[in-house]
């Protein structure tokens, strides 16, 4: 799971008049979700973003086709849910950085080349997963974790994924059950690394023990288990992990902007309309008390 971060459903402004609203949040939040096909235009060049809806952008790249999708750039904007003013373009550069700088080129083969990627993250740069305070909102914010080297299994695939995507490395995600890690076919062998281990190389059985860790029970894996992950579905699996951490912080606004996001990617999914309305029904409680 990824952590998690507190939020205020505390702004409401006191009406006079009560009145059966269109939406239910101040900023005026519809109570349709909003898809792709519901963007609103933005300035060229503008900065300024409603406070309201923080993944607004983050929905209008999230719905690329697979080919447009930035990953990198994508997850930065899901971080303002935390960081409303977030700027991507610095850690964007940030992680140029780390490609320029990884050395990855002067090895000789795929294998060795992975084994570089392997080394400077998490060795020389210290990237390591935050056993200590897992459900940290921070672990699911790139930026944060481009800033503190810390970060739950997703987050610091990402990272390496975005850095080996700079360097033409063919790195995937694959998103085992409960651990999600990364790899890389290097002639006929997939070479699975495990970025929350501190990027140690996983074989079979030890994939299978860390997910039947993870899962709490024997968990035997196939071949579909380590299937590329793409990019819509990385971006829902980090969207899942703060839905749960919101959900039980009873933080309905952000829980509904998570929701929202989700279905930016994975339209119609009938779980998350239902939930959806679930967290809109919570949201009209409060501020009927607050009025």
Not at 4 to 21: I, K, L
Not at 207 to 222: C, D, H, K, N, Y
Not at 266 to 288: F, I, M, W, Y
Request: glycine content about 8%; some cysteine; aromatic content about 4%.
């Amino acid at each position: 799971m990824t952590s998690s971060a507190g939020g205020s459903c505390c702004g409401w402004r006191r009406r006079r008049t009560r009145r059966r609203p269109r939406s239910v949040r101040r900023g005026g939040r519809s109570s349709s979700p909003r898809s792709c096909s519901a963007r609103r235009s933005r300035p060229r060049g503008s900065t300024t973003r409603p406070a309201a809806d923080p993944l607004r952008e983050f929905r209008e790249v999230a719905c690329r086709p697979e080919s447009q999708l930035d990953l990198g750039l994508a997850a930065l904007l899901l971080a303002r849910l935390e960081h409303p003013a977030l700027d991507p373009a610095p850690w964007l550069a940030r992680l140029d950085d780390l490609a320029a700088r990884s050395g990855v080129d002067e090895a000789p083969g795929p294998r060795e080349k992975l084994e570089r990627l392997s080394a400077f993250l998490f060795e020389k740069e210290g990237f390591r997963g935050n056993a200590e305070d897992y459900y940290d909102p921070r672990n699911s914010c790139l930026n944060d974790v481009l800033e503190r080297r810390l970060g739950i299994p997703i987050t610091l695939s990402v990272v390496a994924l975005e850095v080996a995507r700079r360097l033409g490395l063919p790195l995937a995600g694959i998103g085992l059950p409960g651990h999600f890690v990364v790899g890389a076919r290097v002639g006929e062998a997939l070479v699975v690394l495990d970025p929350f281990g501190g990027g140690r190389t996983l074989d079979r059985e030890d994939a299978e023990a860390l997910v039947s860790r993870a899962m709490g029970r024997p968990v035997t894996l196939t071949d579909a288990h380590f299937a590329r992950a793409s990019k819509a579905q990385i971006l829902a699996r980090m969207l899942r992990n703060l839905k749960a951490i919101y959900a039980k912080r009873r933080d309905w606004e952000k829980t509904l902007a998570v929701i929202d996001g989700i279905l930016a990617v994975e339209p119609g999914d009938q779980a998350q309309l239902s939930e959806r309305d679930t967290v809109l029904a919570h949201l009209r409680r409060k501020l009927a008390l607050l009025n």
